[in-house]
C-alpha cells in the first residue's frame, strides 16, 4: 500500500472527514497560572537547549530505547521530515524557525536568540521513569528531569554563562506523548511536550522554590521537547511512518513562557478556535506540525504585538487590511465592544496575500534551500507533507495554514478570561468561551464531536466557510452578522449588542464592511468616559437648547456633560445629599445641600451659582414641588427635626428666599415626600443597634405615627380610593405600609435582600405597584402584599438582579415597563402587565452597581442613560414614543419628591367578584404551599372551602379581602394527596353582597 493511500485511510478512517483534532487531542496544557499582570514585556528571548537522553531501556511503552536516533526501525534516508541524525545543529535548525517566526507575527518586537550546548547529557533513569503516570497531570517526576538535566549541564560546562538566558529548553530522546495514533491503548508512558514555569515548579517543589541553582543563576523554567513527533505505525499492510515535526509545540511553548494561556479545551484536548490562532492542537500540529499560522488578534494584542482600532457607536464602512502587506498606519485589527466586558475582534486574513504561493525554506543536514507550492496538492496540505523532508526554517506567510482567506470575527468575553486564566481553561465550556471564534457557516462545531452514520466519532474544525466575505456558498450565510444572525452578535449572557456588521467584500488584501448600531427598538445615543476617580452616587438629565446635559454627583462633587459638543461644567464640592433638578420655563435648576449651606446652579440664557447658609444642617436631600398656584418650593429637613421651605421663584445670590421653618421633631428629618401643597416627612436618629432606631412620621394633614428600626426608604403614594398610602423599607428585609396613618400591610422579603424599590401603574387598573429585586427576582406587589399577576419575573440563569429599578411606560401603549440591570452585564425591560421580557430587550450594557439608571425625553422620544462600573457614561433610544415617567431615579423622580401619583382607572374592574380574577398559584403544586387569589371589589369576608374529587370536605380557609385590590390565602398542603381539588372561595361585603366562584387545584408529590 502506498504512503498517499494510506494517509488518507489513517485521517478518513480513524480521524474522520472533519478532523484530524481526534490525531492531536493529546496537547498538553500549559499548567502555569498566569494572567495579565504575567504577560511578559520582553523584547528578547534568549533561549538555551541542551540535548539529553537516557538509560538504555527497551521499554514496549516508550518509543526508542531512550538513545537519540534509537526511534526507527529502519533507514528513511534524508527524504523525510527531521531526519537524523539529530544533533546541534538540527536542534539549531528548529530554534530558527522559532526566531524567524516570532520576527515575522510580532512585526519586529520580539527577537529570538538560541544556543545549544554542544554534547548530549544522559540522565540516570530510563525515559518512563520520569513521565506522568497514564492519563495524569502530575509532572512531578518531570520536575525531576528538569533538575537532574541542569545540573549535570552545570558539571559538563563548569565555565558557560547560564546567566544569559531566560528560556530553557530540554530537547530529550524519543517522541512526545502529544499524540494519540490509531490503534492506540493509551499506555504510552513517552514523555509529554510541556513549558514548565515558575508557577508550576512550585507546584511540586514548594512556595519557596525560586530555582534550580545552575553555576551563576538559577533556572526558572523549562520546555520539554522531544527530538521529533515522527513515529513508526503498524498497519494491515506493514510499517508506515508518520511524519510529524514539533516546529509548532516550540514557538507555543515559547508563547507560554511569553505569557499566553491555552486557547483549546484544556479539560478534553479537543479544540477550540481551530486554526485561527496560535495555542490550539489544530494550529500547532498544523501541516503536520510543520508551522502554526499566525496568533490572533487577541493573543497579538495580549502580546502587545498589535493595537486595535476601537469602533464604538460609529455607524460607517470600514476597511480592513491583511497583516502580511499592511504598513504601519493601515488598520489590521478593530475592536466594537459590547459591554463593559465583551468586546468584537475582527481580522482580515489571508492564506497567500503576495500570491506567490507558499515558500518554504528548508534545512536539511547542512544545506538549506527553498521549496514553493503554488496551491495545496497531494504533499502539500493539511495533514499531509510528504514533499517535504528536512527541517523547515522559515516560511513567507504563516496564515497558508490557515483553512480559508476572509474577515475572521471573535468573540472576546474579559469577564470568561479572568475567571478562567488561572485554572487555564478560558476555552474550557464549548458553550461559553472566552476567546471564540464566530463561525460564519452558521454552525459553531469547532471542537464539537459528532458521531456519523458508521458510528465514527469526528471532531469539528474551522474550515473556509467560517470566514466572512461575499461569496461564502455556506448553508446559512447571509453575509449579516447581527442579533437575528447566524451566529448573533448577542451578549454570551443573552443581551442584545446592538451592533451589526453587514456588506462584507469579496476576500482580497483590503476588505470592507459596514458597521451599524442600534435595531428598530433601541439605538445608542450617546457614549463618554468619564474617568471616575470616585464613588458616583446618581445620575440625572437635563434638556436646554436641544442639548443633554448628563448631570451626575461623584463624591460631593456634581458634573454636567454636554451631549453636544462633551464639554463639563464643574460644580465641586456642591452636595453631600442626593442633588434636586427642576425645570420651570427657560430656567433649569441644581440644587445640592453641604452643611447648612444650599448651593444653588441655574442655567437660562446664562449661567450663575450661588449659595446660602440656613444656619441649619440639612439631614434630607433637597425636595422640589410645584404647587397648583405654580409656586414652587424647596422642602428640606434638618439634623434638629425641622422642615424648611424655600421659595424657589424668589431666592436669587441676593435673597434666601425662606418661607418657613417649623419644628416636626426631635430627630433628624431623613426623608421628605412632597404631593401639590401638601408633605410629609420621616424623622430617624440611627442608632448602633437598628433594632433600639425609631422613626416617626410626620404631613401636614394631621396624620402621624412611629415605628422600630432603621428606614432604608420612604416613599408615598394615593390608593384608588385616594387615601394616602406610606411605604417604608426597613431594615432585615422587612415593607411597612401604612394608609391614612395606620399600618395595614407587613411583609417581609422571602426572596433575599431588598435594598431600594419603585412605585408605578403597572397595569392600568388603578393601583400603583411596589416593585424591587432580591436575588435573580423582580417582584411587583401591590399594597397588601399580594404579588402582581405574572410576577416574579426570574433570571432564567445564575445572574442576579442589581438596584435600582426604573419605571416608565417608554413604548406610550399605556402599560408601564420596569427596567433593570442584571450583574450578567444585561438591561432587562419587563411588561408591567404580561410580565416578559419587553421586545428588543434585554440589551448589552455595561456592567453597574451604581444607583444611576435615569429616563429622559430626547427628541419627543424615551431615553435611557446609565454608568458603567468603570465610569463609561451611555444613553440610548428606547422607544420612538415620548412615553410617561414614573419612578425615575432614587427618589422617584428628577426632584426628589418620593412620591407617584394615584394609578390610572382606565382599565379599573367594577365587578363585585370577578371570576376570572379567582385562581390559585403555583397550579399545579408541587412543594408546601400554594396562594388561592382573588379580587373583590369591596371590603369583604372570604370563606374557602376545598374538596376532594369525590366531594368531601379537605380543608377550610377563611379570611378577609380589601377592596380594589388582588388578595390571597395561603393553602398548606404538606398533609395533602397528590390528586385534584375544587375550592369554593364565596366573598360577602360589608355592605351585604355576596358571590363565589369554584376553581380546580392540583396536587402533585
Known sequence: MSKKFLLVVIFSIYLGSLSAQTFFKNTQPNIEKFGYDAISNLDTVKILAIMVEFQYSKDATTIGNGIFDSIYTEDYGQTILDPLPHNKEYFEAHLQFAKNYYSKVSNGKLTVEYEVLPTVIKVSKNMKSYSPPIQSSDFSAMTELISEAWTLAVTQFPNFDFNKFNLFTIFHAG??????????????????????????????LGASFDGFNVGNTKITNSIILPQTQNRELETFSGKYLVQLTFNGLLVSSIASFLGLPDLFDTKTGLSAIGKFGLMDGQSIFAYNGLYPPQPSAWEKIVLGWETPIIIDKVDGVFNLKTKEIASPFDTVIIKVPINESEYFLLENRRRDAKSNGSELTVWNNGSISKKIFDRDTTGYYSFSVDSVSGVVIDVDEFDWAIPGNGIVIWHIDEKIISEKWASNEINANKDLRGVDVEEADGIQDIGRQFQTIFGDIVVGEGTYEDFWFQKNDAKLYKNVFDDKSTPNTSSNSGGKSLVSFSEFSDSTNVMSFRISFGDLSVKPLFNYSTNLTGELKELKVFTKAQTDYYTYRENDNVKMVSSKDKSVISLNNFSEKEFSLFNQGNNTFVIGVKG?????????????????????VFSSAPSIIKNISEQAKIYLGTESGKLLQIDLNTVSASFHGLLNSQSLSSQPIKSVSLSGNNFGVIAQRVLPNSENSTYEYYDNTGNSFNGVGEVIQFSSTKNNSGEDVIILLLDKNRFNIYVNGKL?????????????????????????????TANNNLIAMNINGVIADNFPFKLSDASKFLNPIRIADFSGNSNAEVVAQADNGNLYSIDGTSGKITEGFPIAIDVSTFHTGNFFEHENKSAFANFSQ??????????????????????????????VASASVASSINSFFPKNKAYNYPNPVYESETFIRYFISEDSKINIKIFDISGDLVDELSGSGRGGFDNEISWNVKNIQSGVYLARIEAQSNSGKKESAIIKIAVVK
Open 175 to 204: 517522541v512526545g506523548r502529544d499524540v494519540i495514533m490509531p490503534g492506540s491503548i493509551g499506555n504510552e508512558r513517552d514523555l509529554p511536550s510541556v513549558y514548565l514555569g515558575l508557577n508550576s515548579l512550585r507546584n511540586y
Open 870 to 899: 468603570s465610569g463609561n457614561l451611555s444613553s440610548w433610544i428606547i422607544s420612538d414614543s415620548k412615553g410617561s415617567f414614573y419612578w425615575n431615579g432614587n427618589s422617584g423622580c428628577n426632584q426628589n419628591t418620593n412620591f
Open 744 to 772: 395595614e400591610t407587613i411583609i417581609d422579603s422571602k426572596w433575599g435582600s431588598v435594598n431600594s424599590f419603585g412605585i408605578g401603574d403597572l397595569k392600568n387598573d388603578g393601583n400603583n405597584y411596589i416593585v424591587f
Open 596 to 616: 447648612s449651606i444650599v448651593n444653588y446652579f441655574l442655567m437660562n440664557d446664562t449661567i450663575a451659582t450661588f449659595t446660602h447658609d440656613y444656619g441649619e
